[in-house]
């Protein structure tokens, strides 16, 4: 499929309730209200249609009952607008497969086909962030999607700190990484969680684009400020703090190509000099 190198994209930062209906009714005009401004692709924040269930810890086995599968009634409400508009759509959500779940991002194409699934990888487990008495860590690897908006990656939430998942993406061709976030505020002070995105997309010479959530979820507060770098690390547009809003970004993917990481990074690597390709075998020193 052609497509022009410039883009508009938008991350949709809303708040959820126990409202499911409420929840989806509400991201769908999202969806239709990007695409009426332009946008080519949009991209939800973490559980962005539920509630962040994970602020409580479960006892015994995951909840499988606040889960659903993929394909399922929420990607099949989104495919049908996706086609009907023909805009890309990464959304995130609590999956379920047979007795296991996980976090994922369903990606539908602008056809409304449901390209695959990206699963989160690497699962916290702490104060608010309850995630390993959810989710089973990811089994999908670190596929990268040839959208009709580009070739999309997705580093769910907690795996934005691991650069072998940044690096991985790069290496897999992705132009734009979508990080479906679920931020709580003064969680990340002075900024580092937005240098930490600066810095992937400056070194692996692709766009990012965070999509946080905001509202009041206790004992969490969401923070918003979802925002976008380009491939030279600078920060290109960002949302309000504690505010629905939808953040629209217009990218122009040849700045991919022609950005440092691709021309010269990613021309002169040395993986031969790391034991295990993306990561590093333990073994001791002699």
Known sequence: MCREPTMRIGLVQQHATDDLDDNLRRGLDAVREAASAGARLVAFAELGLTPFY?????????????????????????????????????????????SRAFDSSPVIDADGRLLGVARM??????????????YAPGDCGLPVFATAAGRVGVAICYDRHY??????????????VV?????????WPDGLYEAELRVAAFQNGYFTALANRVGSEPPLEFAGESFVCDPAGRV???????LDHLLLADVDLAQVASSHARRLFMRDRRPELVPELLGYADKPRK
């Open 179 to 187: 990080i479906p976030q679920a931020g709580a505020v003064g969680e």
């Open 121 to 134: 990888l690497h699962i916290a487990h702490m104060e608010g962030f309850w995630e390993q008495s959810y």
């Open 236 to 242: 290109v547009a960002r949302a309000p703090a504690g």
């Open 163 to 176: 650069p072998e998942v940044m690096r991985g993406l790069a290496l897999r061709g992705a132009e734009l």
């Open 54 to 98: 994970p602020r409580h810890e479960a006892c015994g086995a995951p909840p499988l009952a606040l889960a659903e599968p993929v394909p399922g009634p929420t990607t099949e409400a989104f495919a049908a607008l996706a086609r009907e508009l023909g805009v890309v759509v990464v959304l995130n959500l609590y999956e379920r497969e047979g």
